[in-house]
């Protein structure tokens, strides 16, 4: 089982080198998806609808460095509605643009006017089919989306087209319904999950949401950090790939 170490404060000089710790892979010759969720100890994926009430300074920090670390920022357009998602701002890894926010919708159900289209340096990518209806093709496109049509919203069509971009660092927010698919589609690379020290209660879902039936994916511990407030940081690795 890897080390725990104490990290506080995040970033100071004698926590873990975090940036060492959630590199990905060198030299990728296709995406490689990691996932980050934030959950209560007792399971919750969010409180009154929304991951907010869970964060905590250490999850904060990870969440910071790991959109510095990728080249896409894959979620699903229910959780970029209920996050009130904002674009890309800060430079990503080795001082390059900062990531685009990649939004997976078979509606294209999403508001011109909101924070993903109007507060960002680069135009969020619109993963969607030509089912979609045209309307709301076209106001998004009008909005600046950089909109793709693909043949469908499996794990398979949304990797293959970020692979066809050079987006090989791939971060997937959520929501539980694109994490529970990516695992059904055995796509899922590495999990960093945030525990956080809440008992939510309520009725909050869990973090992944697939259809019945799916394998499970199995996956190994691959870091443990633990901050002074008792949250922990956990990063797992698909069993099939070697920690790092």
């Known amino acids: 089982m890897a080390p725990v170490i104490t990290l506080w ?14 590199a990905y892979p060198d030299e990728l010759a296709a995406p490689f998806v990691r996932v980050n969720f934030v959950a209560s100890v007792d399971g919750a994926v ?19 460095l790991l959109r510095r670390l990728c080249d896409v920022v894959l979620v699903g357009a229910g959780t970029a509605r209920a996050e009130d998602y904002g674009g890309a701002r800060k430079p990503g890894h080795a001082g390059v643009a900062p990531p685009p926010i990649a939004v997976v919708t078979g509606s294209a159900d999403l508001d011109p006017a909101s924070r993903l289209f109007t507060d960002t340096t680069v135009a969020p ?3 969607t089919t030509a089912a979609a209806p045209e309307q709301r093709l076209a106001a998004i496109a009008d909005a600046g989306a950089d909109v793709a049509l693909l043949d469908g919203l499996t794990p398979a069509h ?7 971009r050079g987006l090989h660092r791939v971060l997937c927010e959520g929501g539980p319904g694109l994490f529970g698919d990516l695992v059904a589609g055995g796509a899922v690379d590495e999990l960093c999950l945030t525990v956080a020290p809440i008992a939510a209660g309520g009725t909050a879902g869990r ?6 039936g799916a394998p499970p994916q199995q996956l190994d ?13 956990l990063r797992y690795r698909r069993a099939d790939r070697p920690n790092g």
């Open 9 to 22: 404060p995040p970033g100071g000089e004698d926590g873990p080198d975090l940036a060492a710790a959630y």
């Open 46 to 64: 969010s409180v009154d609808g929304r991951s907010r009430g869970l964060q905590t300074p250490a999850d904060q920090e990870i969440f910071r």
């Open 125 to 127: 990518i619109v993963l």
């Open 158 to 164: 949304l990797l293959a087209e970020l692979d066809r």
């Open 207 to 212: 973090i992944s949401r697939g259809p019945a």
């Open 221 to 233: 511990l691959a870091g443990a950090i633990r901050d002074h407030d008792g949250t922990l940081l």
